[in-house]
């Protein structure tokens, strides 16, 4: 079983930036490919950027191309997302999740994952 933790989130102006963090428990967590999705209120879950078991490949949502980077250290079992330029549609709580994929190919659906943390609270004010 995968735990997961995030954190990270806060409120902060237009324009600034937070780096959240994905803490798991794995043992074999150079296995999983990490994504990140978010919800904001009265809308479904969105993904917003994926990452490879090895780091090999990054993907992004369109809406966040440029301004988000998703990273990883095995070595600490933590998978990064640095959000600059944020932006008031951006609020919206912050999920990682985890999926047993030693493969290349990055999977945007979020039914695909079976391991979740709680989240974390986004909030940008304009």
């Known amino acids: 079983q995968v735990q997961l933790v995030e954190s990270g989130g806060g409120l902060v102006q237009a324009g600034g930036s937070l780096r959240l963090s994905c803490v798991a428990s794995a043992r074999t967590f150079n296995t999983y490919a990490i994504n990140w999705f978010r919800q904001a209120p009265g809308k479904e879950r969105e993904f917003v950027a994926g990452i490879t078991f090895n780091g090999g490949r990054t993907n992004y949502a369109d809406s966040v191309k440029g301004r988000f980077t998703v990273s990883r250290d095995n070595a600490k079992n933590t998978v990064y997302l640095q959000m600059n330029s944020l932006k008031p549609d951006d609020t919206a709580i912050y999920y990682c999740?985890?999926?047993?994929?030693?493969?290349?190919?990055?999977?945007?659906?979020?039914?695909?994952?079976?391991?979740w943390g709680q989240g974390t609270q986004v909030t940008v004010s304009s």
């Open positions: 999740a985890a999926r047993r994929a030693i493969t290349q190919a990055i999977d945007v659906e979020p039914a695909k994952f079976a391991h």
